[in-house]
């Protein structure tokens, strides 16, 4: 019976806990484990995005004062997305982005 993408997704974030508490080099590890170096990348990006969605955690916004043809703020999100604003805006639009 075919496995279903919940049970991949348990089973490749099961190998990466394996993976966080070896200390091993990502390649050795995939060597030892006889998985696929991009599969690999694959499931720990899709894990960092699913633990920073569950920690509800934000990054800091710096921001600094500039004038108009300047950015007024920057936010990058974990995935390498980047918003550049370059003017004052409600947080209510910013969530908005987020969600």
């Known amino acids: 019976m075919a496995k279903s993408r919940i049970d991949i997704q348990q089973k490749m974030f099961g190998v990466i806990e394996q993976w966080n508490q070896s200390e091993l080099p990502i390649k050795e590890f995939c060597t030892q484990h006889q998985i696929v170096n991009s599969t690999f990348h694959y499931w720990l990006k899709k894990c960092r995005v699913k633990d920073q969605e569950s920690s509800g955690s934000f990054i800091p916004i710096q921001v600094k004062e500039t004038s108009s043809d300047v950015a007024f703020a920057e936010l990058t999100l974990p995935d390498g ?3 550049t ?4 805006l409600d947080c209510s639009f ?3 982005l987020l969600s």
């Open 81 to 83: 997305r980047r918003f």
């Open 85 to 88: 604003f370059y003017q004052p």
């Open 94 to 96: 910013i969530k908005s």
